[in-house]
């Protein structure tokens, strides 16, 4: 079982970056991760996945090009780089972990994958 904590959100101006990090209480070298984040009124969406190496990663559509995820296993933390922010991005941002690996893309950016989750750090841009 893991534990994760998420923090880095705050609140900056359309352009603006932030950097999130996703502590967890235990080893993830081998769990699968990913940031979620849910805007008001709106489902939770998959945001960015990394398999256990930090190699493999997917990312949802919204994001290519200005979001980076990567992990540091020996710090077991998982970091999402957000560049180029824009108030659309403004959510809720969690960290997701499973000990398994998807067997989709579809999957790995399901909410539905995913057993621990963290309590959500707020990102807010302003235009």
């Known amino acids: 079982q893991v534990q994760l904590v998420e923090s880095g959100g705050g609140s900056v101006q359309a352009g603006g970056s932030l950097r999130l990090s996703c502590a967890a209480s235990g080893y993830i070298s081998t769990y699968y991760m990913g940031w979620f984040r849910q805007a008001p009124g709106k489902e939770r969406e998959g945001v960015a996945t990394?398999?256990?190496?930090?190699?493999?990663?997917l990312y949802a559509d919204s994001v290519k090009g200005r979001f980076t995820i990567s992990r540091d296993n020996t710090k077991n933390t998982l970091y999402l780089q957000m560049n180029s922010l824009q108030p659309e991005d403004t959510a809720v941002f969690y960290c997701?972990?499973?000990?398994?690996?998807?067997?989709?893309?579809?999957?790995?950016?399901?909410?539905?994958?995913?057993?621990?989750w963290g309590q959500g750090t707020q990102v807010t841009v302003s235009a």
């Open positions: 997701g972990a499973r000990g398994a690996y998807p067997s989709s893309a579809r999957w790995a950016l399901s909410d539905s994958f995913y057993t621990y």
């Open positions: 990394c398999a256990d190496g930090g190699r493999l990663t």
